[in-house]
């Protein structure tokens, strides 16, 4: 069962902006001279470093001020169920830098210098470029004082930068302003949502998260002046974005390589940094048409389901069972048992279920992650993994040489090193015996791998620190070698949560973990809209989320429990994303499903169709983001950049370039469920209602909005109020499109209109 606890809380002992820019000084340093390395230009001007292409000046440092510093750390970091309290510690910094040589060898460009300012940092330094791929010009700083393991890299940033990325961001568009830790680590619950954030952590400190806390954590960003620089390291970094005027990337480690890329778009770079990361491929198409239907109970419920869902005639491309290894009470809701062989008792007749599904072109998909309990205690165990491991020497250890036991919620379990050869080949025996064979599985939650403590002892020996953000793009990897060697090539759908910048190269599809069952912006359904797009700068092209959200927040009964109308809103969303797949929840007896009711069911259907009818136009964008790396659902600025309405807006979304929609968000909008959209490019192009056939934009014939509702520029404005009840979301397509065309076909031909 996913974990529903996490936080992230630093308390940084470094400089304020203020202290450290009076101590920062060029102290001494050679005469102009310029160099070329590919398609860039490396100049020294006399006062600064600036990086070109052309007259494009594509980085820059701060004129006379130090852009490479050094220092040392005793970084300590604390794990609670997945949750991080971090304190950085630095202890010694060195800020004043001098240049004593800038040389180019072939395609290198050097430069060597010295830092000063404390006797415990002083180092000499060595700044090399080299361009290994077109538009990446690549950096590597390091020091000759072995006790240096802090470094800096610190430049220009201009008052109208906005900066996107850093992975999965479930809050915060621009985080311009923000200082940014970058770690993979269980999201939070609530994340600053009152009361529910104080209540969770007056129960367990820090782990209601922040605003920033993500499981899916990537030392890359882009901006929106289209520029982009990322590091290669994994250890755990901060991007300092407090300063208007300076980006300063601090780095715990002694040696920080990172490239600055190349491009003329925000698209263009997204697609170099997928060169390096590596992109998602293909999703096959048995898994696009139709719903993934997320269910739990055993046999005699699915089937009953399932009858009436055929009845109906609903699409369905899954059955999502995850409760299939069988399931505990805990004391907070139904858990799995995290023993990865099929529950026979709860799941009698299990072949009889799967052919069931599979003679409808489904497919049924399960659960893993990477943690074992010992199932002793659950009664009906064939093969106790967690005994197994423990007899092999496959679990992450203590300091004390015992398996690390990683609290989950009343509840701790060994965590698989993957780090040991044997453990990692031994973990793909098992889902491919366990998963793929006995269970038939063609698709799997792959949940957490966030949770590595940094005081672990690994079997390589490497440093836990350095390792942790690692973890979850090898956690990945163990699954898609899995499936290739299980024969199974793309045919196989896995998803999930954590990850870090190479996850793209094996991931299969990205869902973003543990949504509140609430409408807000910190921790619901917002949020999820919020991090649909925001991934997207980061590499990953393919994302979803769990239908209805995840978590219920109560306490004595009152509380938070999923509402029917936040289910049904959340359908329509997803119907326009990479996929349409429901979860029922931490308490499913609490919350609305798609099957609680007609209502539900009818709803259900009708969006299962929508998201069938888009198809054909999504397999279009799967082989764009397999080549491209482009996301399947973007932020409209990726294609109207020039557009400064578009900046700040977190509550629409475009399925490619073709289809514009934005959710109703809040709960009976206006009572009379009405949005107001913005249409970009609108005195050009004409926006087709997709439900209702009117015209927005360009040649508009929409209805207009009652009196009450607050005006907007007219009636052919960018911005318009559209009839939204439940049923008939904003969504949208470019008159004589193509896309738009087959679309409308599409949903004539199965029965929406």
Request: glycine letters at 8%.
């Amino acid at each position: 069962m996913k974990k529903t606890i996490l936080s992230l809380m630093i308390a940084s002992s470094v400089m304020s902006v203020e202290q450290a820019n009076a101590a920062n000084a060029i102290t001494a340093a050679p005469a102009a001279t310029t160099s070329s390395v590919g398609a860039f230009t490396v100049l020294w001007t006399g006062n600064r470093l600036q990086v070109k292409n052309g007259t494009r000046i594509v980085w820059e440092s701060v004129a006379n001020e130090s852009f490479v510093r050094a220092g040392t750390h005793s970084l300590d970091a604390h794990e609670l169920r997945g949750s991080f309290d971090v304190k950085e510690n630095i202890n010694s910094q060195c800020t004043d830098q001098s240049i004593t040589s800038f040389t180019q060898s072939g395609t290198e460009v050097v430069f060597k210098g010295r830092l000063t300012g404390n006797a415990a940092c002083t180092t000499n330094y060595t700044l090399s470029f080299t361009q290994p791929l077109t538009g990446h010009l690549r950096y590597k700083l390091s020091f000759d004082n072995a006790a240096v393991n802090y470094s800096e890299l610190a430049y220009s940033s201009s008052n109208n930068e906005r900066f996107h990325g850093f992975g999965e961001q479930f809050s915060v568009l621009d985080l311009k302003g923000k200082v940014v830790p970058v770690l993979s680590e269980e999201g939070g619950v609530g994340r600053g949502h009152q009361p529910i954030s104080g209540a969770v952590n007056l129960g367990s400190a820090g782990a209601a998260g922040n605003e920033l806390t993500t499981y899916y954590a990537v030392p890359q960003y882009i901006t929106n002046t289209n520029k982009s620089l990322f590091l290669e390291n994994t250890q755990y970094s901060v991007f300092d974005l407090s300063d208007v005027n300076r980006v300063r990337v601090r780095l715990f480690s002694n040696q920080m390589t990172g490239r600055i890329l190349l491009g003329n778009s925000m698209l263009e770079l997204i697609q170099r940094f997928t060169d390096y990361t590596g992109r998602m491929r293909q999703l096959p198409d048995w898994f696009n048409e139709g719903a993934i239907v997320g269910m739990q109970g055993g046999t005699d419920k699915v089937n009953a389901v399932l009858t009436e869902l055929e009845r109906r005639g609903t699409p369905v491309a899954g059955v999502w069972l995850q409760d299939w290894v069988g399931k505990r009470q805990t004391s907070f809701g139904s858990q799995l048992w995290w023993n990865w062989e099929l529950d026979q008792d709860r799941y009698p007749n299990w072949n009889g279920l799967v052919n069931r599904i599979e003679s409808r072109n489904g497919h049924v998909l399960c659960y893993i992650n990477p943690f074992l309990v010992d199932a002793s205690p659950k009664g009906n165990v064939r093969r106790n993994l967690y005994t197994e491991a423990v007899n092999n020497g496959y679990l992450v250890k203590n300091s004390a040489g015992q398996p690390y036991q990683v609290t989950n919620t009343d509840f701790s379990a060994g965590m698989i090193d993957l780090t040991n050869p044997q453990a990692e080949t031994w973990i793909k025996e098992v889902i491919k015996t366990q998963l793929i064979g006995e269970g038939r599985c063609r698709g799997w939650m792959h949940d957490f791998a966030e949770a590595l403590p940094f005081d672990a002892v690994l079997w390589s020996g490497e440093d836990a620190a350095s390792y942790h953000n690692k973890y979850p793009v090898e956690w990945a990897r163990v699954a898609r070698e899995a499936i290739t060697e299980a024969g199974l090539g793309n045919d196989v759908v896995f998803f999930n949560r954590s990850g870090s910048a190479r996850t793209p190269m094996y991931s299969t599809l990205l869902w973003q973990g543990d949504q509140l069952v609430t409408w807000d912006k910190y921790d619901g359904f917002k949020s999820a809209i919020m991090a649909t797009m925001t991934g997207g700068f980061s590499g990953i092209s393919l994302s979803h989320s769990d239908i209805g959200g995840y978590t219920n927040a109560t306490l004595g009964g009152v509380g938070y429990n999923r509402e029917q109308e936040l289910l049904q809103r959340w359908m329509e969303f997803s119907a326009f994303t990479t996929a349409y797949r429901t979860h029922e929840g931490l308490k499913p007896e609490d919350n609305a499903q798609f099957y609680s009711n007609n209502e539900t069911y009818s709803h259900f259907d009708k969006f299962a169709r929508v998201y069938k009818a888009l198809a054909f136009y999504r397999k279009q964008l799967f082989a764009e983001a397999a080549t491209k790396g482009w996301p399947v659902v973007r932020h409209p600025m990726l294609h109207y950049s020039n557009d400064a309405e578009l900046a700040t807006l977190d509550d629409h979304i475009m399925l490619g370039s073709e289809i514009l929609m934005a959710p109703v968000i809040n709960k009976n909008a206006y009572n009379y469920g009405w949005k107001k959209v913005y249409f970009p490019n609108a005195a050009t192009t004409t926006w087709v209602h997709a439900f209702t056939g009117y015209k927005y934009g360009k040649g508009s014939n929409a209805p207009s909005a009652p009196w009450w509702l607050s005006a907007v520029n007219s009636a052919k404005g960018s911005w318009q109020w559209v009839y939204a009840p439940l049923g008939t979301p904003a969504a949208f397509y470019k008159q004589g499109s193509t896309v738009g065309a087959q679309f409308e076909a599409n949903l004539k031909s199965l029965g929406v209109k």
